[in-house]
Structures are given as structure tokens and as C-alpha cells.
């Protein structure tokens, strides 16, 4: 059984170019959270996606974007970078939606750092 | 709004020792509090939970309580060893937005 995979693990981008980060689930999950998580912070909640639909979105602006595909795997999509997106980005698969408790498995994490 | 307040933000003790870190939760609603460890540049990872309808739950040197009516659960390690020493989150489920709020975290030091 694998676990959650993220691509790429470190990359650097400039303010105002576009990024997009890769999550593969753990098998047999369906259900994929994404997760920013400021150097020194918590992860805060950017969206989680069920069967290939948004279910569920935290504060984050309209430039974090995201999608599943069938095989469950995820992106999300950051536009027009600013410095504060400067994070660790966390991917979680689940079994089922968080909000029937499942728990969540987080992969590695992509480090960007925006300049 | 949704918040989930934890304290201490580090803690140092001495390896044997017992160490313990609070959270409270503002959603009356959240129904499961996880903990996590994450090691310096590694992935959160799942050590404990708990649902509401228990108020203790322990597995061997860790163990979680959770009070409802008050808002708080707390993580308890006993006889800590150097390989505790990490930062730890609490989070809570926030019911129907899908999403787990997490605290700020402990940075948690065992020294030898």
C-alpha cells in the first residue's frame, strides 16, 4: 500500500508567476484536503475535493484553485504568486470525507518559496 | 468563528518526565480531535485521537482527554524519551465545512 505522494518536494517561483503542485492519494482513498502551512504555523485549510467536486473551501482568495481526477489524485493551482504564499503545502487523502471523521494521511509536502 | 487555541507554545522537560499540552476548541459542533507530531522538515503524522462520545483514550505512553462541556482536550506523554522532542498540533473537525482547524502547536524538547 503507498502512501500520500507530492510533486515537486522544493521549487522557487517570482511574485505574480503561476504554480501547480501534485498529490497522489493512498490507495483505496477517495477524498484529497490541501493544506498551507506557514513557516512556524499550523496547517490552515485551503479545500478538499470528494469524487472529483470541490467539497468544502477555506479563506483562501479564488487563485488557489484546484481538481481531482478519477483516479483521485489532486493539483492545486496558485496564480499570480505573492510572497506570503511562501509555505509548506500539504496534501491529506481520507477514506472518507473529513466530515465523517475520517483521518487524514499527509504526504511529504511541496516547499515553495516565492521571491 | 472557528478556532482552536493551544498552549503551551514550547515546553522543555526532562526525559522521564511527563509532559502535557492543552487545547481548547470553539465550534460546540466538532465531534473529533486528532494530534499530530511533525519532526523538523517531515509530514504531520497522526499519534492520537479522539471522538466525542469517549473522554479518555490511551495507547501505551500517550493518551488523550477530552472535556465537551468545557471545550478542552489535552495530550498526555509519560515517561518522555529524547525521540518525543518535536512540535505537536491539535486540530479539531469543524462539522460541515469539512475541514480540520489546527492550533498553533508546541514545540515539545525532551532533554537528556
Known amino acids: 500500500e503507498t502512501g500520500v505522494t507530492q510533486s515537486p518536494t522544493h521549487l522557487i517561483k517570482t511574485r505574480g508567476q503561476q504554480v501547480t503542485l501534485r498529490c497522489s492519494s493512498q490507495?483505496?482513498?477517495?477524498?484529497v484536503s490541501w493544506y498551507q502551512q506557514a513557516l512556524g504555523q499550523g496547517p490552515q485549510f485551503i479545500f478538499q475535493?470528494?469524487?472529483?467536486?470541490?467539497?468544502g473551501r477555506g479563506n483562501f482568495p479564488p487563485r488557489f484553485s484546484g481538481l481531482q481526477f478519477p483516479n483521485y489524485s489532486s493539483e492545486l493551482n496558485v496564480n499570480a504568486l505573492e510572497l506570503d504564499d511562501s509555505a509548506l503545502y500539504l496534501c491529506?487523502?481520507?477514506?472518507?470525507?473529513?466530515?465523517?471523521?475520517?483521518?487524514?494521511?499527509f504526504g511529504e509536502g511541496s516547499r515553495l518559496t516565492v521571491l | 468563528g472557528e478556532n482552536v487555541e493551544q498552549h503551551p507554545s514550547t515546553l522543555s522537560v526532562q526525559e522521564g518526565d511527563s509532559a502535557v499540552i492543552k487545547c481548547t476548541y470553539s465550534?460546540?459542533?466538532?465531534?473529533?480531535f486528532p494530534w499530530y507530531k511533525q519532526e523538523l522538515g517531515k509530514r504531520p503524522q497522526l499519534i492520537i485521537d479522539?471522538?466525542?462520545?469517549?473522554g479518555e483514550k490511551k495507547d501505551q505512553r500517550i493518551a488523550v482527554t477530552l472535556n465537551k462541556t468545557a471545550k478542552h482536550f489535552s495530550l498526555h506523554i509519560t515517561e518522555t524519551q529524547p525521540e518525543d522532542s518535536a512540535v505537536y498540533f491539535c486540530?479539531?473537525?469543524?462539522?460541515?465545512?469539512?475541514?480540520?482547524?489546527f492550533g498553533q502547536g508546541t514545540r515539545l524538547t525532551i532533554n537528556p
Open positions: 491529506a487523502s481520507s477514506p472518507l470525507k473529513t466530515g465523517n471523521t475520517g483521518e487524514l494521511f
Open positions: 490507495s483505496g482513498h477517495n477524498t
Open positions: 475535493y470528494y469524487r472529483e467536486e470541490e467539497n
Open positions: 465550534d460546540s459542533a466538532s465531534n473529533y
Open positions: 479522539i471522538r466525542s462520545n469517549v
Open positions: 486540530a479539531a473537525l469543524i462539522q460541515g465545512a469539512q475541514k480540520l482547524v
